[in-house]
T-cell receptor, first 112, second 114 residues
């Protein structure tokens, strides 16, 4: 069973601060996805990273896939209250047909 | 512009009762999934389907059954509900089976078993 550990589990910051969320595993993934989930709604895909070392940017969000494809990070610059939500990482195993493994999530609260 | 629709949104059951959760998608996706989300445990796959008439077990299938009689619908059944099945259930669909494809989620069904 592949496990994905996210840290921190909870994060409360002030508007304008920077933050980094981590997603770690001892297993190699063929790809990794980041989702954001708001209260009362389902997760929504933010980005997919596929290549080791890959960096993708989505406005103030920067996603990085580790060189060995075992870990990933999400960095948010100048956080805003609208960034509040549960951030989930999900990795796809290397074996064909492997299911997505979800991390337990990081609950981010950005206070005005 | 519905995407994935789940019904009902909330339900309270007594132990031993049965019920069916409904999921409908209008994106013509082949693949559909049922997950449960519990605090501190992320999303865990219950069952999935790779096409009309097919289903397969996921990570936590015990106590649940599913059916995919029509391509757009995926039903999740609880034959005899137990308190351990109290959770938020999410249905999702995708164009391909994983392979970097995004999964499109419904807004969830919040189920409490007393």
């Amino acid at each position: 069973t592949q496990l994905l550990e996210q840290s921190p589990q909870f994060l409360s910051i002030q508007e304008g601060e920077n933050l980094t969320v981590y997603c770690n595993s001892s297993s190699v993934f063929s790809s990794l996805q980041w989702y954001r989930q708001e209260p009362g709604e389902g997760p929504v895909l933010l980005v997919t990273v596929v290549t080791g070392g890959e960096v993708k940017k989505l406005k103030r969000l920067t996603f990085q896939f580790g060189d060995a494809r075992k870990d990933s990070s999400l960095h948010i610059t100048a956080a805003q209250p609208g960034d509040t939500g549960l951030y989930l990482c999900a990795g796809e195993g290397e074996t064909s047909g492997s299911r997505l493994t979800f991390g337990e999530g990081t609950q981010l609260t950005v206070n005005p | 512009n519905a995407g994935v629709t789940q019904t009902p949104k909330f339900r309270v059951l007594k132990t031993g009762q049965s019920m069916t959760l409904l999921c409908a998608q209008d994106m013509n996706h082949e693949y559909m999934y049922w997950y449960r989300q519990d605090p501190g445990m992320g999303l865990r796959l219950i069952h999935y389907s790779v096409g009309e008439g097919t289903t397969a077990k996921g990570e936590v299938p015990d106590g649940y059954n599913v059916s995919r009689l029509k391509k757009q619908n995926f039903l999740l059944g609880l034959e005899s509900a137990a308190p351990s099945q109290t959770s938020v259930y999410f249905c999702a669909s995708s164009r391909q089976l994983y392979s970097n494809q995004p999964q499109h989620f419904g807004d969830g069904t919040r189920l409490s078993i007393l």
